[in-house]
Every structure is written in structure tokens, then in C-alpha cells.
């Protein structure tokens, strides 16, 4: 059991027979009734956001999560597979339950599966992936960083706004968190 006061960002927990992690929480101290935790959670199952509030000092139970080291192979239809790269076990999961991380995955990159009592929640992704360009309008000279963006189609169908000066064929490190754009690599 895990105080609500001890709450932090990536913290799992265990909530209503789901299991949620902490994406942001703020303290509250009203100043006439009880101190409260305003927090917003991911269930890892389905990844669906949710705001909830908890009473200052109540307990919730920890999630313990394991990480396994895996590499993504290929794709069979609608299933993935990854493999652990210790003891080279073989897992699918569906492309419904990697909807989001899909358009990050790239064969052979090593990612993190997670684990919950034998279940398989989901794949970690680091924090920036390096995707290279496959599709975006030619860039104009006289064009600056500043000067605005244009759409760019990156190898695994991942669509990101960039800079002007973006071409095709240029390998870009993108945000996984929020599949932005970074810089160039």
C-alpha cells in the first residue's frame, strides 16, 4: 500500500481492479475543508486517460510492474512479435493493444514489455526514436527554422509537422510521448 501523498509522475498503481499510471497529480489544500490529491491516470490495459481525486492520506495499492528487455521483430497480420533478448522467447501482442506505439516501431529496435503478474500491459517506448522521412515537399530555398512547418511522412506512416528545411530521406528524432518533432539526427 502506497500513500496518495507519495504519489509521482510514472508511478503504477492499482485502482478499482485496474492498473494506472500517474501521468500528472497536484496536492490541493483548500482553505476551509480537507486537503485532497487531484490526479490524472492512464489505465495501462485500455489507455484510456482518467481525472480522479483522492482524500489526503488515503492508501491505494502499488502495481508492481516488470520490464522486459524485448526487441520488436516483425509483424504477422495483426499480431507483433517481440523477443527477449536474454533468453529469446518469442511474445505476440495485438496491433489493438499497441495502437499508439505503433507508430514509433521499427523492426529490430529494443523497446520494454511491460508485465503484470504474467500479463503483458504494453510496450515502453524510449523517449525519442530516430524515423527517416519517406514522403514531404521539397524545401524552398531562402526558407529559415523559424518560418514555419509542413507535413512529413516518416517510414512507419508516423505524419509529423517539420521545419522547411526537412527533405525527404533525412532521418529525424521524434518524441514518443507526444510524436512530435525534434531535430534532425
Do not use: C
Amino acid at each position: 500500500m502506497i500513500s496518495v501523498n507519495d504519489f509521482r509522475t510514472g508511478l503504477t498503481i492499482e485502482v478499482d481492479g485496474d492498473i494506472w499510471r500517474v501521468i500528472e497529480f497536484q496536492h490541493v489544500k483548500p482553505g476551509k475543508g480537507a486537503a485532497f490529491v487531484r490526479s490524472k491516470l492512464r489505465n495501462l490495459r485500455t489507455g484510456a486517460i482518467q481525472e480522479k481525486t483522492f482524500r489526503a492520506g488515503e492508501k491505494v495499492n502499488k502495481a508492481q510492474i516488470d520490464n522486459r528487455k524485448m526487441q520488436y521483430l516483425y509483424a504477422n497480420g495483426d499480431q507483433h512479435v517481440f523477443m527477449d533478448t536474454e533468453t529469446y522467447e518469442q511474445i505476440e501482442l495485438s496491433s489493438a493493444q499497441i495502437e499508439y506505439e505503433l507508430k514509433f516501431l521499427k523492426e529490430n529496435m529494443e523497446v520494454f514489455i511491460m508485465m503484470y503478474q504474467g500479463e503483458t500491459i504494453g510496450v515502453e517506448l524510449p523517449n525519442t526514436v530516430e524515423l527517416k522521412v519517406v514522403e514531404t515537399e521539397p524545401g524552398i530555398k531562402g526558407d529559415t527554422a523559424s518560418g514555419g512547418s509542413k507535413p512529413a511522412t516518416l517510414e512507419t506512416g508516423l505524419v509529423v509537422q517539420v521545419p522547411f528545411f526537412v527533405n525527404e530521406g533525412d532521418t529525424l528524432i521524434i518524441n514518443t510521448s507526444d510524436g512530435t518533432y525534434v531535430s534532425r539526427a
